[in-house]
């Protein structure tokens, strides 16, 4: 038991660290931008004493983007090391599976029916979007389970198939994007490639008590992520119904996913990079691991959506645009490492 | 080859002239049914051509009549554009397919697209005045950069490059350099130059495109066909290889240019057409067999009979508009990867 506690400390210590740092970059997220805003200023734009054009920029257009990046980033990293929990596979990861181009592509198809532009997202589109999301991640998740089935689900199998769902809704969003205006093409094509678009109180609103029941659900079911990392036999003989528990924690994964990539675009390699960190930090008790990477997850992308505002200024470079820049490399050295 | 040792010599022989009498018969099939389609594809767009006036703008071209005009400018040079894409996508994959004995590998899942888009980008950015030539020239390059980061990240990674990590290391780097070039694009505001390119498919075919598919195709079919026997060894393993006094390091290295050379001329004028050089390969193995003598030549017809008639239906789809035809190749090339994949046993 004084492993146990060894390993609890170690997180309380971590995890604080890490908000630590994210609050920091919180607070320097909110002072940088096309307009710069003074510490000052914010504080007393805050507690509702600052100028009308402080609080425009501030509580109308920074701050419901850094919620949304905190909540995407939880989202998709949680999402990750779920579906890295259940395919038994370090490289999985909803991007390269195809999940999030499923969502994309039923994010694609409502706008273009629907909305007719990316700019005039009408207030129930919001609410329909996440809705959407979900239902193409779960028919990407789907097609790939069952295209993937043979005997079983063999985790090699599984991720080749993914591979193969992403290139046909890739294909597939291709075909909707150039029926739309050049404009909105382009904005199509940011957004797809992970961009908090669009990001206003409503979204946030409609999206936190998605994530936020989900959330707390995948850490609770973390210790049948456990006994599955086991293998199947041992987590059988433990009791577990192997084959229910994995669907629903895949559902739940894609849940996330989904959910996440209506809102915030497809950030690839995200849910892939932050289970890895967090599982060399902590260790692969998911009890501890699924806390750990939803935080690191929002970290991640609230860092690198300050750094997108920032770095070539002012030019705004869309976040999975950063998290793939850094995080490809990391990808590669993992598979140039495995067997 | 246990087969093969037990055959008399008789037999053998006859199996050899069967082989060659099959792949005759396909090769002839194939180039008709091409310029049978061929006549289609011009007969068919916006402006109704009949297959007579096409017959004749060949045999009698007459410079003041439109459609003549139209066939000889627009349309001819589109179709054998397609033909010429078509055969150096499907040969460039079979010679990686031959190379490194995994079925999965393809100039479409290498990143190659991604790297001649993102040479694409940082041409137009740095370089807002390049001439076509310039472009296709870099995108040439770009595509080359895809194809050997892959096979880097192949030859260095622990247990070589199998068909997973073939496909997951292509993915990543594609994602990668597609991330840095969509960065680039923004910031130099290039992005609907690329949005144009990444539609592009085969619309903006021309006679000059047709020189540069015809000088890198000569290039990279002769020095295919050069060493299509010692890739028909190679693909028996690297020991058999070597143990026929093989040098298979000189084999790899020629097999690569020839890879660049297709590939590169290929992407840089047609942009992201996928999924050809994994299927047709295939295929073409299927009907013949395991020599690369005959599976190359056949490949490049088949590919090119392929991308002929993926182009007309991506221009029947939905008339008058245009369907992008690598949409076309990906809705043919998906369910067939899938196939492979299905079968893959070889673990990471």
Sequence with gaps: MNVLREKLHRFILIFSLLLIMTIIVFIFSLNT??????????????????????????????????????????????????????????????????????????????????????????????????LFGLVGAVTAALMIYLLAWKKGIDPVRLILVGIGVNAA????????????????????????????????????????????????FAIYKGHILNQLNLGEQVAAGLGLKVEKERRLLLLISVGLAGFSVAAGGGIAFLGMVAPHIARRLIGPRHQLLLPLTALLGSFLVLLADTLGKNLLAPTQIPVGIIVAVFSAPYFIYLLMKAK | MNENATLSQHDYKKTILKTSIKGIILLITGLLLIIILIGFSIAYGAADIKLATVWESVSHFNPDASSHQIIREIRLPRAIGAVLTGALLAVSGA?????????????????????????????????????????????FIGAGLGVVLVFLIGAFSKGGLTPVKLALAGTAVGAMLNAISNAIA?????????????????????????????????????????????????????????????????????????????????????????????????ITRFMIGSDYRWIIPLSAVFGGLLLVLADIAARMVNAPFETPVGAITAIIGVPFFLYLARGERRGL
């Design chain 2, 186 to 282: 923004l910031h130099f505001q290039v992005a609907k130059d690329m949005s144009f390119w990444y539609a592009g498919g085969l619309t903006m075919v021309n006679w000059g495109s047709v020189k540069i598919l015809i000088t890198a195709g000569i290039i990279g079919l002769l020095l295919a066909m050069f060493i299509s026997r010692s890739i028909t060894i190679l693909s028996l393993g690297e020991e058999v290889s070597k143990g026929l006094g093989q040098n298979t390091l000189l084999v790899k290295s020629l097999g690569v240019i020839v890879v660049l050379a297709l590939t590169g001329a290929a992407v840089s004028i047609a942009g992201a057409v996928g999924f050809i050089g994994l299927v047709i390969p295939h």
């Design chain 2, 95 to 139: 010679v990686m397919q031959g190379l490194t004995r995994n079925p999965l590998a393809s100039p479409s899942i290498m990143g190659v697209t991604e790297g001649a888009a993102f040479a694409l980008v940082v041409t137009l950015s740095f370089f807002p005045a390049a001439s076509i030539i310039i472009l296709t020239f870099s995108s």
């Design chain 1, 169 to 216: 809704f890739g294909a597939a969003i291709i075909i909707f994007q150039l029926k739309m205006n050049p404009q909105d093409f382009m904005q199509a094509a940011v957004w797809l490639s992970g961009d908090i678009w669009g990001a206003n109180w409503k979204m946030v609103s409609v999206l936190t008590p998605l994530i936020l029941l989900l959330l707390p």
């Design chain 1, 33 to 130: 931008g096309v307009v710069r805003i003074a510490p000052l200023d914010v504080f007393k734009t805050l507690i509702g004493m600052g100028t009308d054009r402080d609080q425009l920029v501030l509580v109308d257009f920074r701050l419901p983007r850094m919620v949304l990046s905190l909540l995407i980033g939880a989202g998709l990293a949680t999402a990750g090391a779920i579906l890295q929990g259940v395919a038994k596979n370090d490289l999985a990861d909803p991007g390269i599976l195809g999940i999030n181009t499923g969502a994309g592509f039923a994010v694609i198809l409502f706008i273009y029916f629907f909305q007719g532009s990316m700019n005039s997202i009408s207030t129930l589109g919001i609410f329909l979007l996440p």
